[in-house]
């Protein structure tokens, strides 16, 4: 994720923006002043932007750019430690994977099926063949950017007596049409399904509102255990969020903010007025065992119209 504090690098370039919101930052009248190397800086609120996706963190408490997430030392069992683990990861994996599906989709964005048909366990193999598929898609001349999620067929492995075999969830971001005889025979290891995201279905009178909520989903508990931040992979070349923080000034070596009282604000401001509002939430987590302080954060996400 590229990080930036109203970086006015791009003004008079005539580099593409590859998103719409985008302008807005880029084309500010507002120029903040950032030292990097000062170690003292504090984070008051956070906007990150994902194609037509703009989420608001607002911080109860300042947080130090080098702030570390401290461990509960009242948690003693390992089993409890595991939880947490599992909990996070399962968090992070979710959001990259929502993110990055937001800042891809396109108007003709797909959603691929790769099943085996042959018991497979090992997640190792199966990634091989995940890169053998997309590297014989290239040779068809199919060059995919595609997002895709691991998940086990867990009733199949009932049968079988077994964790179950690997299966994958695909999105592909290109919008040329791809002939499904091509797609079977590039992937020759069982049954093989190709929809428009766009028209996928959760049942026959409800259509998919949020699709990086969607393919979410399909990341399981299980496996964000078993592989972190790895249960899923993507292509190269795919559009990354942008993240602009309001950092706290006054500071030794943090700089100064050009009309510090406006320039965030009114930036935040500009999105959220031209955006619909979808989700907000609030959550306290801890920050010092020691002391029981906690923080609040606010979190606001909206679509850019």
């Known amino acids: 994720m590229r990080s930036t504090c109203f970086d006015s690098s791009w003004q008079g370039t005539a580099q593409p923006f590859p998103f719409p919101c985008l302008y807005l930052i880029t084309h500010t009248q507002k120029v903040v002043k950032i030292v990097q190397t000062s170690c003292n800086r504090y984070i008051l609120q956070k906007a990150v932007i994902s194609g037509n996706h703009v989420e608001l963190y ?56 790769l099943t085996c048909k042959d018991t497979c366990t090992d997640v190792k193999a199966f990634q091989r063949k995940m890169q053998t598929f997309f590297q014989a898609m290239t040779r068809k001349g199919y060059k995919l950017r595609y997002l895709y999620v691991l998940e086990r067929q867990k009733k199949r492995g009932v049968k079988e007596g077994n964790a179950g075999t690997w299966h994958a969830h695909v999105v592909v971001f290109n919008d040329e049409k791809i002939p499904l005889e091509v797609l079977k025979n590039c992937w020759k290891h069982g049954r093989t399904e190709i929809k428009m995201l766009n028209g996928l279905r959760v049942k026959d009178d409800e259509k998919i509102n949020d699709v990086g909520a ?85 979190y606001s996400q909206a679509i850019f119209k």
Request: aromatic share 12%; glycine share 4%; charged share 30%.
């Open 58 to 113: 607002k911080y109860s408490m300042p947080i130090l750019c080098e702030f570390e997430k401290q461990t509960n030392p009242k948690v003693t069992s390992q089993e409890q430690r595991v939880g947490d683990k599992r909990e996070d990861n399962l968090s992070r994996a979710r959001q990259t994977v929502r993110r990055l599906i937001w800042c891809n989709l396109t108007p003709h964005t797909k959603f691929l099926t």
């Open 214 to 298: 969607y393919v979410c989903k399909y990341i399981t508990k299980e496996a964000a255990l078993e592989f972190g931040m790895q249960c899923f992979r993507c292509s190269n070349g795919l559009h990354r969020p942008y993240e602009v923080n309001l950092k706290a000034d006054g500071l030794p070596g943090v700089g100064y903010f050009v009309d510090k009282e406006d320039a965030y604000n009114a930036l935040v401001e500009e999105l959220f007025k031209k955006s619909k509002f979808c989700y907000q939430d609030s959550k306290i987590i801890p920050l010092n065992y020691d002391t029981d302080s906690f923080q609040i954060i606010e």
